[in-house]
């Protein structure tokens, strides 16, 4: 067990957290999971040390260098990056390519692909070293080709192809490195089960406040630099990323185990088809593909549209654009905190239920706003959108959490990031599947820009749709985090496996099933 500690992916070296000193310290204000018994919250500089202490007790259990690596992935590259590009290009298909809401939609579905193919990013990582190393070079690579691709779309003219091309590169660029630090999570939760749902929060809280800074700052870029060159701006997340490698200490593979990179994968993909074949693990990715968007047609184009409308809509600038966006992380960071403080310890089934019954009644608001019911209830439109985009996005997190600390807890052992990466792609995949199926709502209904009078039907189908899901809530386990049992999938009872290890004497040398 000591030696399969020392070889995680990141090869930081992580120690689970026993009797330590801080724990001692923290007696008081913490219990023995590192959550807080709520003692010295009274006030605003109560919150401030608390976090200071929880943020100490995540570097002392996963290590300083982990921690500052989970902030640059997730809070710059995932969070301020893809906050400032979602603006960008959604300015950038309305105002430079000039597309009717349905396709813009299509051809940004067909840019988040690589978002679901991740499970090949990680076996190609750990099967395919550069130089003997597995996680650095990729991710100087991706910063390097993701920034010239931002450069690109900031300074030529392109058609919608060669667009879409460039932005789904993006896509890859973003996609690859977040396989290992998605991996780096799972394993680490198993170090520390009783911090998972403390380590997925630094995560979304990370993302959460890089995108608030994202948000903030989009609205004022798309004004004044315009849409294409906003992408300059958003080249800082992939350029970042070299210096997340930094952060990510790895030592070279000697050559005897490069050549037993092969073998590992092809054992990796046997216990991956094993453990897909467990209903443990199958039901709840199919409940997550099904809930995360497949059953549930995504709109947000045409509402995007319809917002930024001087005629018909009310015609909201770029500045409100960014405003919106912004108000929506705090209420993640708000939905993030409830989650961690007051919700994780319900069952599953309760934290998948509700949330999905308050975001169906809350998207069923939009037909008030698109209807101009509003105005005529005295309400501003400025003053309804903030608030509605403030519910959504803080439920949305609020659902989100408990899928991210399940996936976790659903890794086998040796395959952790693997199963990992698959969960989060099924998660990726559904969304990707809304977008089509808005897509094909928005055609159905005839919804384009000079043509907005079937806007509140598509918005009716979208809100009761988002109850969908809750036919297959069978599909997860009736219990809390903490009694999650994953599938047993063990490494060492393939007696040609054995053999094999003991042949080339590297099997406890090298993490066989580190494929992210």
Not at 188 to 212: E, F, R, V, Y
Not at 234 to 253: D, T, Y
Not at 484 to 492: F, G, R, Y
Request: charged content about 15%; aromatic content about 10%; hydrophobic content about 45%.
């Amino acid at each position: 067990m000591e030696k399969e500690d020392e070889e995680v992916p990141i090869l930081l070296e992580l120690q689970p957290q026993t009797e330590t000193e801080t724990d001692v310290d923290n007696e008081d204000e913490f219990t023995t999971n590192g959550h807080s018994k709520g003692v010295g919250w009274s006030s605003p500089l109560g919150y401030v040390r608390q976090f200071l202490k929880w943020m100490a007790i995540m570097k002392d259990t996963f290590g300083g260098p982990f921690v500052v690596f989970v902030m640059i992935v997730y809070g710059v590259t995932q969070g301020f990056a893809k906050a400032m590009k979602h603006l960008v290009s959604n300015y950038y298909w309305k105002d430079v390519q000039k597309m009717q809401p349905v396709y813009a939609q299509s051809f940004m579905a067909l840019s988040s692909i690589p978002w679901d193919m991740k499970p090949i990013y990680g076996l190609i990582t750990d099967t395919f070293p550069i130089a003997g190393y597995r996680r650095w070079p990729y991710f100087v690579i991706c910063g390097i080709t993701g920034s010239l691709c931002l450069w690109a779309l900031a300074f030529l003219k392109l058609t919608p192809w060669p667009a879409t091309f460039l932005m789904a590169t993006v896509a890859l660029c973003n996609a690859f490195p977040d396989v290992v630090a998605d991996a780096s999570l799972a394993q680490c939760s198993k170090i520390a089960p009783t911090l998972s749902s403390d380590l997925q929060s630094l995560a979304m809280g990370s993302l959460a406040a890089g995108g608030l800074v994202g948000c903030g700052v989009s609205g004022a870029a798309v004004h004044g630099l315009g849409p294409q060159h906003s992408y300059l701006l958003v080249s800082v997340g992939p350029l970042l990323l070299i210096v997340a490698a930094l952060a990510l200490p790895e030592r070279r593979l000697p050559n005897t185990v490069l050549s037993f990179q092969f073998k590992a994968l092809m054992h990796t993909i046997q216990l991956f088809g094993k453990t897909l074949r467990d209903p443990v693990l199958w039901k709840p990715a199919l409940y997550i593909y099904l809930s995360q968007g497949s059953l549930c047609p995504d709109i947000s184009e045409a509402m995007f549209f319809w917002r930024t409308d001087p005629v018909v809509g009310p015609g909201f600038g770029e500045e409100f654009m960014g405003l919106v966006s912004a108000v929506g992380k705090v209420a993640m960071i708000i939905g993030i905190v409830c989650y961690n403080r007051w919700l994780q310890q319900h069952t599953l089934r309760k934290m998948f239920l509700w949330p999905r019954v308050v975001s169906a009644f809350i998207g069923l608001l939009d037909i008030i706003l698109v209807s101009r019911m509003n105005l005529k209830m005295h309400i501003p439109d400025q003053a309804f959108v903030l608030g509605d985009e403030a519910l959504t996005d803080a439920i949305s997190k609020i659902q989100i959490m408990p899928m991210l600390v399940l996936s976790s807890q659903l890794c086998p052992a040796g395959i952790e990031a693997t199963i990992f990466a698959f969960l989060m792609s099924m998660s990726n995949f559904g969304h990707t599947c809304g977008h089509w199926f808005g897509a094909l709502l928005l055609k159905w209904l005839h919804v384009q820009k000079d043509d907005y009078s079937k806007l509140w039907l598509a918005v009716l189908i979208r809100s009761l749709m988002r109850l969908s899901p809750l036919l297959f809530l069978f599909l997860i386990p009736d219990c809390t985090v903490e009694n999650i049992k994953p599938p047993c999938v063990s490494l060492l009872n393939d007696t040609k496996t054995m053999e094999t290890a003991k042949d080339t004497e590297l099997f406890d040398k090298v993490s066989v099933h580190d494929s992210n």
